[in-house]
């Protein structure tokens, strides 16, 4: 399945056949994925949203406050539990068990798949587009225009960081990690490494060749990543600039950028000129 860059981020709709636009408040939806939800708290009406994806309540992965998530009904992403809640439209990530999908086909039931958007301007796109699809377009434009807003680039030169999270996962060039460090002011040093668009970094390797700042994922959470912990990480804090970036910045694009962003100006800015 082709994916258009920078346009529509539509994956695959299980219907075949033009779909009308949906009278706001008419449909039921179910979304089972946890980037999707987080858009879709913000473009449709909470009775509009029949299911949400059991990941938006769990605090390691959600990218929405919990007591938000909670007031929803959550599931795993089976085909039992989204067709028991009767949903007209089912939102999802790229990565869908082909037993709901055969599940939806049966049950004529829409299902509508969206990619991992890699920048910025594609998650823009990809709001746009969902939000149209139940309804909501007005809405879809202003989370989009808040979007872009957050994502306006910074003038300036561009220190080099890198964006180091469990097990030594670095974000390279292609991701929408990627895109963020340049907007807020960064270089990111995943190439200097020779790393593809998403690798392993070694802890020899960034205690040799360190950037300017770290960004280290691992330290924002509770308990903190076991390598973020590492002596030679500490004695590198003497050396360069590390600073926890929560692990919920990573997860998802629309609405998380604005948080994401801030973060990434606020450390940037403390690092003057």
Not at 13 to 34: D, H, K
Not at 101 to 114: D, F
Request: positive net charge; charged residues 20%.
């Amino acid at each position: 399945m082709a994916r258009a860059i920078g346009a529509a981020t539509c994956l695959m709709t299980v219907s075949a056949a033009p779909v009308p636009v949906p009278v706001p408040g008419t449909l039921r939806i179910v979304s089972i994925n946890p980037c999707i939800d987080a858009i879709l708290m913000r473009i449709a009406d909470p009775a509009e949203i029949a299911g949400i994806s059991h990941y938006s309540q769990d605090a390691r992965a959600s990218s929405i406050p919990l007591d938000l998530a909670r007031r929803f009904h959550a599931t795993s992403g089976t085909a039992e539990e989204v067709v028991a809640l009767r949903p007209d439209l089912v939102l999802s990530g790229p990565h869908v068990a082909p037993s709901t999908i055969a599940a939806l086909k049966r049950m004529k039931i829409r299902l509508v798949q969206y990619p991992v958007p890699d920048s910025v301007d594609e998650s823009v796109a990809q709001v746009r587009e969902m939000a149209a699809a139940i309804g909501h377009a007005d809405r879809g434009a202003r989370l989009a225009g808040a979007i872009t807003a957050a994502a306006r680039p910074v003038a300036g030169a561009k220190v080099p960081a890198l964006i180091w999270q469990g097990g030594g996962l670095v974000p390279g060039a292609g991701t929408l990690s990627d895109d963020l460090l340049a907007r807020s002011g960064f270089r990111n040093m995943s190439a200097a490494y020779g790393l593809k668009k998403w690798d392993v970094l070694p802890l020899e390797y960034l205690v040799a060749r360190p950037p300017r700042v770290l960004l280290s994922v691992g330290t924002a959470e509770a308990g903190g990543d076991r390598l973020a912990r590492h002596p030679a990480v500490r004695r590198l804090g003497e050396r360069i600039t590390v600073a926890p970036y929560p692990a919920r910045l990573m997860n998802c694009g629309g609405p998380t950028i604005v948080a994401a962003m801030a973060r990434l100006r606020t450390v940037r800015e403390g690092l003057g000129r």
